[in-house]
């Protein structure tokens, strides 16, 4: 079982509609989560970091943890087309970040 | 803003040159990592450092070494490059302890002919 799991997409939504990304980890004592967004042929750029159960909000963004199902979602709210890249998924795991492969995300107008 | 720079964007060698990719970061973190980042097999941890002088072996660290002088520079070198170490190489870096948070350079792109 790999450590971060996420969906490789494509995940397709219409312009104006919710997106939701999701991630599973198997490492019951990570305690702190994040998510990166990655352009095509550019580098990862947080977006999101989440360390207590519950939600998370930033603008359209809203990070959710469960720690006892051992997964973290991000919602993007109003997407737009500017939104589809990738989104990376990553876990603390003692010193050093697991990321997951990342779900393609594609808004379309 | 956190701000961490690598020396070229695409670099192109030959089989068994000797490369040398720099990092540098000026928000005065303590951590320094490089990635690369291969399409299907995501990020892969190669080498971090939590201090000058200290180094620690990622995932990956065959076929690569580190150096680290200064705070705020952390060099990957590949000791005699090979076709398969063609990859997009990414360094990053963050405060020590706590939130962890790593900030990522723009990355370089290694083409190994």
């Known amino acids: 079982q790999k450590e971060v799991e996420q969906n490789s997409g494509p995940l397709s939504v219409p312009e104006g509609a919710i997106a939701s990304l999701n991630c599973t980890y198997s490492?019951?004592?990570?305690?702190?989560f994040f998510w990166y967004r990655q352009y095509s042929g550019k580098s990862p750029e947080l977006i999101m970091s989440?360390?207590?159960?519950g939600d998370k909000e930033d603008g359209r963004f809203t990070a959710q943890l469960n720690k006892a199902s051992q997964y973290v979602s991000l919602l993007i709210r109003d997407s737009q087309p500017s939104d589809s890249a990738t989104y990376l998924c990553?876990?603390?795991?003692?010193?050093?970040?697991?990321f997951g492969t990342g779900t393609r995300l594609q808004v379309f107008p | 803003d956190v701000k961490v720079t690598q020396s070229s964007r695409y670099l192109v060698k030959r089989t068994g040159e000797k490369v040398f990719l720099e990092c540098v970061q000026d928000?005065?973190?303590?951590?320094m990592f490089w990635y690369r980042q291969d399409p299907g097999l995501g990020l892969r941890l190669i080498y971090f450092?939590?201090?000058?002088?200290?180094?620690e072996k990622g995932d990956i660290p065959e076929g690569y070494s580190v150096s680290r002088e200064k705070k705020e520079r952390f060099s990957l070198i590949l000791e005699s490059a090979s076709t398969n170490q063609t990859s997009m190489y990414l360094c990053?870096?963050?405060?020590?302890?706590?939130?962890?948070?790593?900030?990522f350079g723009p990355g370089t792109r290694l083409t190994v002919t």
């Open positions: 928000m005065d973190h303590e951590n």
């Open positions: 990553a876990v603390l795991n003692t010193d050093k970040l697991i």
């Open positions: 990053a870096s963050s405060l020590a302890g706590g939130r962890y948070e790593q900030y």
């Open positions: 490492d019951r004592v990570s305690q702190s």
């Open positions: 989440i360390y207590s159960n």
């Open positions: 450092s939590y201090d000058v002088k200290m180094k």
